[in-house]
């Protein structure tokens, strides 16, 4: 019977410190880069980190990048100076609860609230006036759509679209299949808890690598520096609230399923594109994202917003 509780005991310990506290990994040289090259700006109380850098001359094409879940705007970072090459403006910003931006609790993180960040972030930069182009990936997807909403309904404070870019998004809720464990996190909160305590680097790196090709796999580096932004100001303790856009997609899908089939944008960014941008709605795959650098991506798959409301069919989401 001693025996029996010393390996429970030996067992519970060490799962009890894990839960009760982790310390965050340190920022790796990369990541103090970025986040030295980012400022920060007041949204509501809270610190909201962005990145703006000016780049090609001889034009005021403006870009806003709009990341991820569960990373952040250092996503962008293979593609920035491609990007900046391209763009007189490259803006990027860690959306509330990710990355270097804070990340409250208790809070109800929703997509409607995100939108209103960037919409600050447009009107801190001065930008209010300007047409900027958006290139967004996954949870930045719906995003991306709530201000096309807002754009279309003429909202105030609403940006000017001058295009839009998607990526390896949700964006029709019946086809988008959540992983257990995000099922798990959404709509169990007696278990949201411990499971926000107990992920961990080895469970998230297994998660995200299946996102990837076999062929675009990202680095050990790289993985631990995604990880790293997660963990940043306990953003793993965040991941259940964050999570509940996948119920917002499905309760609010005739907003934003509407709002892509039925609005009126430029053809193309201005200027010539390189490929991911030939079209005023740009559908590709994560890997484009990741190998969009020295080594050109393979050909993603491009659609022309219809004139009026048809439902956008037949394409393939990353």
Known sequence: MREWWVHVGLICVP???VYLHIPPPQLSPVLQKWHSAGEVFRFRGYNIFYRDSFGALGNS???ILLHGFPTSSYDWNKIWE???QRFHRVIALDFLGFGFSDKPRPHRYSIFEQASVVEALVAHLGLVDQRVNLLSHDYGDTVALELLYRSDQNRTGHLTINSLCLSNGGLFPETHYPRLLQTLLKDYSFLSPV???LTNYMLFSK???????PYTQPTDAEFWDMWTGLRYNDGNLVLDSILQYINQRLKH???WVGALT???IPSSFPGSPPPCFLSSLCFFSTHDLWTLGPSQPSSPVHSSLPATGP????????
């Open 262 to 264: 039925s609005t009126f």
């Open 207 to 213: 998660g995200i690598s299946e996102v990837f090709g």
């Open 82 to 84: 491609p990007l900046s």
């Open 195 to 197: 499971l926000t305590r």
């Open 15 to 17: 799962l009890l410190a």
């Open 311 to 318: 439902e956008v069919n037949g394409h393939c989401f990353g």
């Open 61 to 63: 094409d403006v870009i």
């Open 253 to 255: 899908k005739e907003r």
